[in-house]
């Protein structure tokens, strides 16, 4: 569905919304016990609130589709990922809480090795560790450009960010990266005549970073992809007519909440000053969307035990939101992360709504195969739930007469 | 789905189906009942066809979208509302059941107070009573305008319908009605060069309609907006290949399934009488559309008990429609009106469909929980529900060899 037809249909009310993402909250069952951590794990309070609420297990993407951090909650914020796609070069910005402006052009970028005639021998110069990508970024920045700012900033291991700053540039710019050992770094081939200066400018940031690493080992060059600009998407609050904040520990989820045109809340990381920002700020918004990380990173590290106690930590703090007294919570992740498969999947992920104006069905514990006999479907697309969240706050007129 | 690929597959055959309507089916279960108004109701003829059958819930328009009648219609004809949008205008029309032809040009207009400067004081004029609507209207109907038919007719208390009728006219023109008290009405601007002769003889009804409402109180003006021409879709026989009666005691629901173009069949309006209806021309159709109205207005009167009484009504009913033999029967609402809320509502809408060759599923009573674990599932598109009607009755061929 288009955005624009519901914000035709948004109007004004003094109702307030939480959507709390427990990241990477999906699993699959242990063999042994047979239950997936969500179910293993011991959660009065959500367990209350899918009792009285409707519940159901959400696809970000499509069917069959494991989604990234960013296309996960841009679905879950009502923008359909493959409508709404952010070039890697933004991601990788937004990961690292670069402040990307408007007409900046991003690249994701690797330190590589080449050989004495310029051939790709590791397209990832050994994995070097952070520390190294810091010194090599500190040297890159002495690259000089005419009218453009550039920075140059590290990710991870042999990962960084290239952003050029100034006027006219573009985004349409073939990668340099080849994907492939043995062969040489491409030109940045301009895709239109429009993006011919920017190409120029990647092309001598790239002959000087060459010149720069030559001798050094292992990373002696760069590879560069994803270039992008900052999308103009319609903006979430005026999508919705909801003042939107958004609290979360990593820089991604911040970023991500930023580029759809969220308030980002300063909070400290911790869980429990992240539910403290929202009470804080509670006076001030209409919606919140509260990031919870630890499930993921617990599923990633295949540890059970953590994701179950990580899970159980955010449902002790549960009744922190609930005094607030919110008129629609949704309590869900933004992907699957199962323990066994250490890596986000395709999972449907489990939902719940909880609203005065719920529909009950009858599941009565949260988790993924008592959500699949829940009042929202086994598998219904992510983006469904920012108009069911705005229909039960009552703010939703009727479509047609 | 687009209509054309469901026509490609339409075969004949002799079997017939009926859509049973029952308006404001859906609703919410009471505080202490637990209990919807369809689950409270003892309805052992649906509980029965909903054993023998298939159900599920279905969505009018999309997640969280509450329908109004119009469109909630369109979606159970198989006709996906946000692609058959029609305007206002054309709704106040069919609301009244004048016969718009193709080419008219229908506007809803209000009764309103101006003040002496020509201010609007009240958009509706003191929600004056429909007797002096009728006679205000009739006044109004002096009004000559060049080449053109004027029609003016009463809607109900302070609402109206003017409909312009000849060559050439167009509905690309904005609304007079600023609707904000203190403005003064507005110019009735053309959106197209070539609405500007419509707009012409808009504005100059509106100047005779002030002239002779002037000194009137409280009603001394009209306002008009949502003008619009009767839209030209795919006719529903054409499309599914059935001849199409529609028994209905409401103008509206006549209107829509006219706009269809189905046959409007003469009935009296009490709920026995329309049963009555399908069973006089049970050898003329291959598909009837009834339409059930009480539901909706019990749910709109907040009155749980009158509801409950008004599903029965249509319960011992139906046993009249299976003496009928129809080789698919669907029973659902256009829409939920959940008594507690006193309005249409966007919670899915219960279903059932009955025919001998449904794959049966495991509900056994026709109600909002039960059908959750229907086999057309939680949250079906309203849409969906024709091509299977036409399914069940072998009326589409195989897609595809």
Redesign the interface.
Known sequence: ?DLD?IEA?VEPADTKIVLLVMDGLGGLAGAESGKTALEAARTPHLDKLAAQGIC?LHESVRAGITPGSGPAHLALFGYDPLRYQVGRGVLAALGIGFDLQQGDVAARGNFCTVDEEGRIADRRAGRIPTSENEELCGLLRQIELPDVEVFVETVKEYRLLLVLRGEGLSGAIEDTDPQEVGEKPLDPEPRTTEAQHTADLVREFVRQAGEILSGREPANMVLLRGFSKRPSWPRFPDVFGLRAGAVAAYPMYRGVAKLVGMDVLESGSELEEEFATVERHWEGYDFYFLHAKHMDSAGEDGNMDEKVARIEEVDALVPRLLDLEPDVLVVTGDHSTPVRMRYHSWHPVPTLLWSE?C????VSTFGETACL?????PR??AT?L???????ARR??????
């Open positions: 569905m037809v249909l159901g104006y529909r009950r069905d009858d006999h829940g009042g929202l479907g219904f697309p469904d920012m108009p069911l969240a705005l229909a039960h939703l007129r009727k479509f047609g007469a």
